[in-house]
């Protein structure tokens, strides 16, 4: 549906994008995670047209939208290429109702008055803005503003969706539940959607797959579950938040493999490389279990090759309904409990603990 081949664009000095090549299927919901400046937003304006790249080829639907045939440069304008853009700040006219807001496209487009009216109560039923539509924006909450922001591109009939970190203005609850309506309506239409967020909880609540951006590059590209478990780079690793170590492969005579942390030496999973090498290790947060005795008692864990070091806490950081441990263990370990959990195990800054994580639960990049 939406492919861009090897496409780079430069504002002055700075590189927004390094030879970016990416496919999106049809139909699929594809969220563009990553830090801020990486690049994210100006791949969505490429794919627009609301600007050109440097270098590169985009297809929609296979048809060249960006690009070069021969000499020939080739710009599909923005209104020709059937695509909603919903941007981070809504963009909505302050003194326009929200009807006219929605069905401000159509008017410019000189659909018949009639067919306006029918199409912007029909996505405005849609969206659950009834009673609304003759609000103006500075009398709506900002979720509501966004609906209005959502419908307004729905209203063109777009084969293609952007989204622009819509959600990033609004308080957590707020966007918890706009984030849970937003994929029930996407579903529904069928429509093919780009989401840009920095929140990596948001893009895996709402995707089919993640691309995570960094630097103008695309780092990794999956579904959430594979590269949470296994990220392809230390970039990618330390963007999702997990323990990221450089280690050195050790090949023992036993025929065992080892990784050396610093000065601690643990079991690795099967190797097929019998080189000595240097290497980077990643482990989930919550692959690690803390807990006050050297073995662990869990069934689940019976038989396999598990790691238990002792450790200090070093740092405890409460949330809403989790805490956040980094343990000195010769090494620095996070790990995530509850609340609860950190209660019953009366754990303190500065107290000795157990760590405990499955050598199967190292990913080595």
């Known amino acids: 549906m939406i492919e861009l081949k090897n496409v780079k664009k430069s504002f002055g000095e700075i590189d927004a994008l390094r030879g970016v090549t990416m496919h999106v299927e049809k139909h699929e919901l594809l969220s563009v995670v990553g830090p801020s400046g990486c690049g994210k937003t100006t791949m969505l304006n490429i794919i627009a047209g609301l600007c050109s790249p440097d270098d590169g080829e985009v297809f929609i639907n296979k048809v060249l939208v960006e690009g070069k045939i021969g000499r020939r ?32 496209g159509l008017k410019a487009m000189h659909v018949p008055k009639r067919e306006i009216a029918k199409r912007s109560s029909t996505i405005m039923e849609f969206v659950g803005l009834q009673g609304r539509a003759d609000s103006y924006p500075d009398e709506l909450s900002g979720g509501e503003k966004q609906r209005v922001a959502l419908a307004r591109s729905l ?9 622009d970190e819509p959600m990033v203005a609004l308080d957590l ?20 959607v780009v989401y840009v967020t920095h929140d990596l909880a948001e893009a895996c609540a709402l995707s089919d797959r993640i691309a995570v951006m960094g630097g103008g590059r695309l780092e990794q590209i999956g579904h959430c579950d594979g590269i949470l478990e296994k990220p392809s780079s230390r970039f990618v690793a330390e963007f999702l938040g997990l323990n990221v170590y450089d280690g050195t492969i050790i090949h023992e005579p036993s025929g065992q493999n080892k990784i050396r942390i610093g000065d601690i030496e643990i079991a690795t999973p099967r190797l097929w490389s019998s080189e000595e090498r240097s290497v980077t290790v990643t482990l989930r947060p919550e692959d690690v279990i803390l807990s006050s005795e050297s073995e662990i008692n869990n069934q689940k864990w019976c038989g396999c090759n598990c790691h238990s070091l002792e450790g200090t806490i070093v ?20 790990s995530e ?29």
């Open 155 to 163: 209203v063109m009939n777009p084969e293609v969706l952007l989204l």
């Open 337 to 365: 409990l509850t609340l609860s959990s950190l209660k019953d195990l009366d754990l303190d800054e500065g107290k000795k603990v157990y760590v405990h994580f499955k050598a199967d639960s190292l990913n080595i990049c």
């Open 173 to 192: 609850k707020t966007r918890e539940s706009l984030r849970s309506d937003f994929r029930k309506l996407l579903e529904v239409l069928k429509v093919t």
């Open 73 to 104: 440069r080739v710009h599909v304008k923005p209104s020709k290429r059937k695509m909603g853009y919903v941007f981070q700040n809504c963009a909505l006219f302050p003194h326009m109702k929200v009807r006219d807001n929605v069905s401000y």
């Open 315 to 334: 740092e405890i950081v409460k949330l809403k309904s989790n805490a956040k441990i980094l343990v000195d263990a010769g090494f620095p370990i996070r």
